[in-house]
């Protein structure tokens, strides 16, 4: 890996061109960089107020940092010649590389070849700024300040430019260490600057806006680093749309799709996702602050009924929840409000103490004192440009008072953003206390800091199983008969089966197996939609009309037991992700499985507990456990049948491309659970290439 050190901290910057170079200079000096900054340019005296050196053999030496603000056949040409003089590194700033054309996608190419070891951020991206060195490669405004001497911020990595001088502009009080774009990432990525700045002590947790994930092996690394370093990340990916998922021949093609993968990807590494801007800066505000939550019980006290409800809405549905007050707790705020206040969850404390600060600080305390992961106190500020402040403040001194004799993570939760100000922000920082920002946006934080907990609790997770896919042979898919003797060879349970040729030898084994039976069309996917099986067939009158109905389609024709007194259908499926390799998908099946939805994807390797938590966290979870009297399913079976799924996939000599069994027929405790249809596509070829 190339060191970015010089470029990350540089004592010296060459800046390179016209308007964009005078702006880098600008910054720098808003930013009162102190080191030595060397203007370039081949017919100018002066750039930006400095004298301009004409050439990069007239620089005093070779700079730590180099900003490259000309076309973009000139740029290569600069890095080159940066490379040769041994510069620390280079922000290209030009467009119209491999996102533009062929031609461009050529010049990127000999862009990194001319970078050679030297690291390159970009093309095509505004560069970096380090504001605990104040050291700005940023060809234009942005809104951060410099961090004084000891104080710690975030770090933020971003492939959009324009969306990074947005985050720079933010008012919430949340202090920056690092803002760096990746632009194109010809070279340098999303990872190694992630790997990079997590070692800087003056970074508390790391944000990445992704467009793209440069390497998941890379991501890996990351995480791993983040999670030994007690520095926390989230990520906001772009790509939920239904338009980017993968479409395949199985269910569960069209059920993970890459984004689903990246979900399982970030949740194994640790890494919390959100989905908006504002919570992904509330998100990085909570963890700079107090970092990932222990658990997911939160308190929520505010002085308006109206706020309450609020709450009350606001979490529903959520992986966070507002947990019962202990006994000693509840009687504790009784005497502190008094008989007419209903003691629950979210509290409504009213405004019988409002501005009574000792009051205020006992009926907090209370509160914080019952062990919960994280204290909201609602309170929105008054405008301060036309009202009174003063009378607020009582509770922010009462809540600070109450976090630090409890030692509880307390956050002040503004419900509407514009009515907390960045002075008030970093006001409440300054007290110990998280200032959150929208009531939508600070559950989400709340939810993303209590996964990174969740997930930092457990050991850490194994590396991702990559195999190598032959990417010049044509996928084809394996008959249900086939598929159904593989997978039984590794220990999957099938319902007795064979091939029939006619009505004759389907009579011949109906006699071997017993009804009832199932009837179906070898070589089709999808074959309740096609009408291409027969089920329930309970003599041989209803075979032979089966029979004659299905013959001449397909592959031929396979005959099976039903199997008897199922509990549910389950939906166990792998598919190959070229990034992440093969995701596990399991789910409630049969033929309402797409409508249905109700799924969950992991990654391989995955541990029997991993499995049976995603299992338990499926809506449709309760059949499985009994639901309403019925019995409950054979959970250890459908268990065994999973792992010998994974043990199936991550065993094969062939290249595994999608396994679709649907539906895993369980039966009740102690009947186990069978493969009722399986599907195989696969690659024939078991050599070729495998980009992680």
Same mark, same amino acid.
């Given at each position: ?51 301009? !050196? ?27 010649? @940066?490379?040769? $003089? ?10 119209? !590389? &491999? ?58 990595i971003m492939q959009s430019s324009n969306i990074a001088i947005n985050l720079t502009m933010q008012r919430r009080g949340l202090p920056l260490a690092y803002m760096l774009t990746a632009g194109n990432q010809a070279q340098t990525g999303l990872s190694d600057l992630a790997l990079a700045v997590l070692d800087d002590p003056a970074v508390t947790a790391l944000g990445l806006h992704i ?53 399982? !990807? ?20 909570? @963890? ?36 019962? $007050? ?45 062990? !919960? ?112 003797? &593989? ?11 064979? &091939? $029939? ?17 199932a009837l179906k069309v070898l070589g089709l996917a999808h074959k309740s939609d096609t009408g291409s099986l027969r089920l329930n067939l309970n003599n041989q009158a209803a075979l032979a009309q089966a029979v004659e109905d299905l013959r001449g389609g397909g592959q031929g024709l396979y005959l099976e037991a039903m199997v008897a007194a199922p509990v549910c259908e389950v939906i166990?499926? @792998? ?71 994974q043990d199936f996939a991550l065993a094969k000599e062939t290249s595994l491309l999608e396994l679709d069994i649907n539906p895993v027929i369980v039966c009740a405790e102690g009947e186990g659970a069978f493969a009722a249809d399986a599907l195989i596509v696969e690659e024939e070829r078991p050599h070729g290439s495998f980009k992680a």
């Amino acid at each position: 890996m190339r060191s970015l050190e010089r470029l990350l901290h540089p004592k010296t910057i060459a800046v390179i061109g016209g308007a964009q170079a005078a702006a880098v200079i600008e910054q720098c000096r808003r930013l009162s960089y102190d080191g030595e900054i060397w203007p370039l340019h081949p017919t100018r005296h002066e750039v930006g107020g400095l004298s301009a !050196f004409r050439s990069l053999a007239e620089l005093p030496a070779a700079p730590d940092a180099a900003f490259i603000g000309v076309n973009r056949e000139t740029t290569v040409d600069l890095v080159a010649g @940066l490379a040769a $003089i041994g510069a620390g590194g280079a922000v290209c700033y030009a467009s119209g !590389f &491999r996102e533009a054309s062929d031609e461009g996608a050529r010049l990127q190419s000999a862009l990194v070849e001319a970078a050679d070891r030297m690291p390159v951020i970009g093309p095509n991206c505004y560069g970096l700024i380090n504001y605990a060195a104040g050291a700005a490669l940023w060809p234009d405004q942005q809104g951060g300040q410099r961090l004084a001497a000891g104080e710690r911020g975030v770090a933020i990595i971003m492939q959009s430019s324009n969306i990074a001088i947005n985050l720079t502009m933010q008012r919430r009080g949340l202090p920056l260490a690092y803002m760096l774009t990746a632009g194109n990432q010809a070279q340098t990525g999303l990872s190694d600057l992630a790997l990079a700045v997590l070692d800087d002590p003056a970074v508390t947790a790391l944000g990445l806006h992704i467009e793209g994930i440069d390497s998941s092996t890379a991501m890996e690394a990351v995480a791993a680093k983040a999670r030994d370093l007690k520095k926390p990340i989230v990520a906001m990916k772009m790509g939920r749309s239904a338009e980017a998922r993968a479409v395949g021949l199985s269910h569960s093609a069209s059920l993970a799709g890459n984004d689903r993968a990246a979900d399982a !990807f970030f949740q194994r590494l640790g890494i919390a996702r959100v989905d908006s801007l504002p919570s992904f800066l509330e998100t990085l505000k909570l @963890l700079h602050m107090i970092g990932p939550l222990p658990g997911r019980r939160l308190s929520s006290m505010s002085c308006s009924g109206g706020e309450a409800c609020l709450m009350a809405d606001a979490i529903s549905d959520r992986r966070v929840a507002f947990g019962d $007050i202990g006994a000693r707790a509840r009687q504790e705020l009784q005497q502190v409000l008094g008989p007419k206040v209903t003691i629950a969850q979210p509290l409504d404390y009213h405004t019988y103490i409002w501005a009574d600060q000792p009051a205020m600080t006992a009926a907090f305390q209370a509160m914080f004192s019952d062990g !919960f992961d994280l204290n909201l106190v609602v309170l929105d500020f008054p405008r301060d440009d036309r009202c009174d402040t003063g009378l607020w403040w009582p509770t922010v001194e009462a809540a600070a008072e109450a976090a630090a004799t409890c030692n509880a993570r307390t956050a002040i939760l503004a419900s509407l953003p514009e009515n907390m100000t960045e002075d008030q922000a970093k006001t409440l920082m300054q007290r110990g206390l998280v200032p959150l920002c929208g009531v939508t946006e600070a559950l989400d934080a709340a939810e993303a800091a209590a996964t990174i907990g969740e997930a930092w609790a457990q050991p850490a997770p194994m590396p991702l199983h990559r195999r190598r896919v032959a990417s010049c042979e044509k996928p084809h898919a394996i008959d249900e008969a086939t598929a159904k003797a &593989r997978l039984n060879l590794h220990g999957i349970a099938v319902p007795q089966g064979c &091939r $029939i040729d006619d009505l004759s030898s389907a009579a011949e084994a109906a006699e071997r197996i017993g009804f009832p039976l199932a009837l179906k069309v070898l070589g089709l996917a999808h074959k309740s939609d096609t009408g291409s099986l027969r089920l329930n067939l309970n003599n041989q009158a209803a075979l032979a009309q089966a029979v004659e109905d299905l013959r001449g389609g397909g592959q031929g024709l396979y005959l099976e037991a039903m199997v008897a007194a199922p509990v549910c259908e389950v939906i166990v499926g @792998l598919t190959h992700d070229p990034q992440f390799g093969l995701v596990l998908t399991l789910g409630m099946g049969g033929v309402l499985v797409e409508i249905l939805d109700d799924t969950r994807c992991l990654l391989l390797p995955s541990s029997r507990a991993e499995v049976a938590a995603s299992l338990d966290s499926l809506r449709a979870a309760p059949l499985l456990n009994g639901y309403r009297g019925r019995a409950a399913a054979d959970k250890a079976a459908l268990l065994d049948l999973i792992m010998a799924v994974q043990d199936f996939a991550l065993a094969k000599e062939t290249s595994l491309l999608e396994l679709d069994i649907n539906p895993v027929i369980v039966c009740a405790e102690g009947e186990g659970a069978f493969a009722a249809d399986a599907l195989i596509v696969e690659e024939e070829r078991p050599h070729g290439s495998f980009k992680a």
